[in-house]
């Protein structure tokens, strides 16, 4: 997969793609990125690429020439063209099957914004996807272009060890992660749980499976609606909800 970065500060975007998954999932070549500068593709002495609103108001809005310009130039180094995606508090909201979705895609164009926004225009004749990485704001897009890219590179085959990709897959089942410890077995009289030290490892499985449903009814019970789970474990969280089980701190 391919990944086209359109930024006005790339320095933003230098280190976060050199490193962790990213890094390796370029390094594996399985994802390639590309990062430019709609700054580069202005033709005026003062390389301009913001200007007032039209109509009035504060704030200052990014100019359609340097992106329609810089988007052409960046069309014409690589097959295939590519769906370009702006990252905006107005897109739909980022979440795993949208990713899976970006994930197939051969080739992502991704625009970060700044300012006041885009002009118009672009939104509507240039941008085929609008994302918002959740519902708050940000000074601009590079921060949620590093969560895309993130979340994209993780999906692309090889990247994830074979134990990484089975969690990957759990979350894709919609319940959250299981509690997770490692040595030493008793830290400042706070032990981890028996049943991890037991060896039993089916019951392990059983309990894990259990702490990740539980922990799930209780903060994200939003997240049970499309969760895979049998009768019997739907049983479980209503027992629990009756019992007032509650043994998780959070
Ligand atoms: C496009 C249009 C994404 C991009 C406007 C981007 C939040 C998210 C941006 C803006 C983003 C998200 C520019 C509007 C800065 C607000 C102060 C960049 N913010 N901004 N203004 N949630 N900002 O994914």
């Excluded at 962790?20 to 390094?27: D, P, Q, V, W, Y």
């Excluded at 988007?71 to 739909?92: C, F, K, N, S």
Aim: proline share 7%.
């Amino acid at each position: 997969m391919r990944i086209d970065v359109l930024t006005l500060f790339p320095e933003m975007l230098a280190g976060p793609f050199d490193h962790s998954i990213i890094g390796r999932a370029r390094a594996a070549g399985v994802l390639e990125i590309a990062i430019h500068n709609p700054r580069d593709y202005t033709a005026d002495k003062h390389h301009i690429v913001d200007d007032y609103a039209y109509g009035g108001g504060p704030g200052m809005v990014m100019k359609p020439e340097p992106f329609f310009d810089c988007i052409d130039a960046v069309r014409a180094m690589a097959e295939p063209p590519g769906r370009v995606v702006l990252l905006t508090p107005q897109g739909r909201l980022l979440n795993h099957q949208v990713v899976a979705e970006l994930a197939r895609e051969p080739r992502l164009i991704v625009v970060c914004g700044h300012y006041e926004g885009v002009d118009e225009r672009v939104r509507e004749f240039l941008v085929d996807d609008e994302i918002s990485i959740g519902d708050y704001v940000l000074s601009g897009g590079e921060p949620a272009a590093i969560v895309l890219v993130d979340t994209v590179a993780r999906h692309q085959p090889g990247v994830l060890g074979s134990e990484a990709s089975l969690e990957e897959e759990s979350h894709a089942q919609g319940l959250l992660e299981y509690p997770q410890y490692t040595r030493p077995a008793e830290y400042r009289g706070m032990a981890v749980p028996d049943i991890l030290l037991s060896g039993h490892h089916a019951e392990i499985a059983k309990w894990r499976r259990r702490q990740s449903i539980l922990r799930t009814a209780r903060r994200r019970p939003d997240l049970l609606a499309h969760a895979d789970l049998t009768p019997a474990e739907r049983r479980l969280i209503e027992e629990a909800d009756a019992a007032d089980v509650d043994d998780d701190p959070a």
